[in-house]
């Protein structure tokens, strides 16, 4: 069974760093593209970074400079590393993932997996 599960959410100040982890099970990461997306309340989902099977990124212009995706595959595990947080980055963060070794639009793609969310909140 396919699982991704987010964690390391939290509050934080504006200026403050995050990381999040998503742990994979029932499957290899190692084949699969994983981003990061995140849900405001009243507003659209949002892809923000993006990491291929080699390891290339793509980062949303918000957040470009600010935050980092990366992935260990030994641990099949992807990180979302957050500095420079503002109170715009409140949202709901998911990871997601699909068995693709290339994407075009990878902030756009509509991956099959899918993890719970885990809710990061930055006060001003």
């Known amino acids: 069974q396919v699982q991704l599960v987010e964690s390391g959410g939290g509050s934080v100040e504006a200026g403050g760093s995050l990381r999040l982890s998503c742990a994979a099970s029932?499957?290899?990461?190692?084949?699969?593209?994983v981003a990061w997306f995140r849900q405001a309340p009243g507003k659209e989902r949002e892809g923000v970074a993006s990491?291929?099977?080699?390891?290339?990124?793509t980062y949303a212009e918000s957040v470009k400079g600010r935050f980092t995706i990366s992935k260990e595959n030994a641990k099949n595990t992807w990180y979302l590393q957050m500095a420079s947080l503002k109170p715009e980055d409140t949202a709901m963060y998911y990871c997601?993932?699909?068995?693709?070794?290339?994407?075009?639009?990878?902030?756009?793609?509509?991956?099959?997996?899918w993890g719970q969310g885990t809710q990061v909140t930055v006060s001003s």
């Open positions: 997601a993932a699909a068995a693709r070794s290339w994407i075009l639009s990878p902030l756009s793609y509509p991956y099959n997996y």
């Open positions: 029932g499957f290899a990461s190692s084949y699969y593209y």
């Open positions: 990491i291929s099977i080699g390891g290339t990124t």
